[in-house]
């Protein structure tokens, strides 16, 4: 199996488009701003999404985050944000890192080997301790998270707050 993980581009092709049309707007707590964009309008948000990797074009309230596109032998099957550090509204819900798998590529391990991935660029960004939260009732993305050595700190308003160590 081929593993690859990459920040989104300014452009991207149709398989990427694609994909982020495949993931529904919201899913258990996971937004996606590109679901129903034309392809056209898609390009118009990677080049945002870019510059909020570099802290550009930030809305108000928003920290800079990278998304990166996890590719299984050459096909995207997966993205994740990367948010760079915390701000209070992030550690109430957000956390560091939302992820997720596109409907037809899931229940294959993908979800625990998008976040070790992920956890890797963290540590690379000089993150050593990162937040993810999760809804209470998300059980795939529990057990992903628990399988990259999430701990569970607490349960509060049907939210977990999990914290990994990066090593």
């Not at 679901?35 to 550009?56: H, T």
């Not at 690379?124 to 795939?140: A, F, M, S, W, Y």
């Amino acid at each position: 199996m081929k593993i690859l993980l990459r920040p989104l581009k300014e452009r991207e092709d149709k398989a990427v488009y694609e994909m982020f049309q495949e993931m529904p707007a919201n899913e258990n707590g996971l937004n996606n701003p590109a679901s129903g964009l034309s392809f056209e309008e898609f390009q118009d948000f990677c080049k945002i999404k870019v510059a909020n990797s570099r802290g550009e074009c930030l809305r108000e309230g928003y920290v800079p985050d990278t998304c990166y596109l996890l590719y299984i032998d050459d096909v995207p099957v997966g993205r994740a944000n990367l948010r760079h550090f915390l701000c209070e509204a992030l550690l109430k819900r957000g956390g560091h890192i939302g992820y997720g798998i596109r409907p037809s590529c899931r229940a294959h391990g993908y979800g625990k080997i998008l976040l070790a991935e992920v956890l890797k660029k963290a540590k690379e960004k000089g993150i050593d301790r990162v937040l993810i939260t999760i809804e209470e009732h998300n059980q795939p993305s529990r057990k992903v998270c628990e399988g990259n050595g999430g701990v569970l700190e607490k349960i509060s308003d049907g939210e977990c707050y999990y914290w990994i160590d990066v090593l």
